[in-house]
């Protein structure tokens, strides 16, 4: 007979956890037993929003705010939802979107390194495609992006990839 067995608790991160997407997932993941703490500068994200784990308010580009998170925590994966994400304004302030999405992608990166953390799950976006090449579109997709909000992401998943070689860290 099929039986059971529970995942055991985990410790999450949740940077950006106080928007529509994280907040769904921090929902999800106490409803599943687990510990949650959410990460989020509020910007566009709610306060009230987060009502399943505790809020740390912080910023991705504030590295010393992320070290004071980590030391005080021992967290088992991070979900990595915070970013600047309008196309039409990152065109307009490119730098601010390569600071945000690709400086605060690293910022978090050398903190769960330097505390042992090496699970992470980042959320990207179909913008790092550019103009589909067919009706369907699959991971191995030509990857072209045509805004520097699709470039920030595409580098951070360059990052990401990068880190898996030299220090081992597992993204998804």
Same mark, same amino acid.
């Given at each position: =007979?099929?039986?059971?067995?529970? $995942? =055991? &608790? ?14 769904? &997932? @921090?929902?999800?993941? $106490?409803?599943?037993?687990?510990? *949650?703490? *959410? ?39 991070? &979900? ?6 309008? *196309?039409?304004? +990152? ?7 390569? #600071? ?10 050398? $903190? &769960? ?7 992470? *799950?980042? +959320?990207?976006? /179909? #913008? ?22 699709? #470039? ?8 990401? @990839?990068? #880190? /898996? @070689?030299?220090?081992?860290?597992? +993204?998804?």
């Amino acid at each position: =007979p099929f039986t059971s067995r529970k $995942a =055991p &608790m985990r410790d999450i991160l949740i940077c950006g956890g106080a928007g529509y997407i994280g907040s769904h &997932m @921090a929902q999800h993941l $106490a409803e599943q037993g687990h510990r *949650v703490t *959410v990460f989020d500068n509020l910007s566009t994200g709610h306060r009230e929003a987060v009502a399943w784990g505790e809020l740390v308010e912080g910023d991705l580009l504030d590295a010393a705010s992320l070290q004071r998170l980590f030391a005080g925590r021992r967290f088992d994966a991070v &979900m990595h939802f915070a970013a600047q994400s309008l *196309v039409g304004e +990152s065109v307009r302030d490119p730098y601010a979107y390569y #600071a945000n999405n690709v400086g605060g992608t690293i910022n978090l990166l050398q $903190a &769960m390194r330097k505390h042992g953390t090496e699970r992470i *799950v980042f +959320s990207s976006t /179909a #913008a790092i495609f550019g103009e589909p090449c067919s009706a369907l579109i699959d991971e191995d997709h030509r990857k072209q992006p045509i805004n520097p909000y699709g #470039a920030s992401k595409l580098m951070a998943e360059r990052i990401l @990839a990068d #880190a /898996a @070689a030299a220090y081992g860290l597992r +993204s998804v």
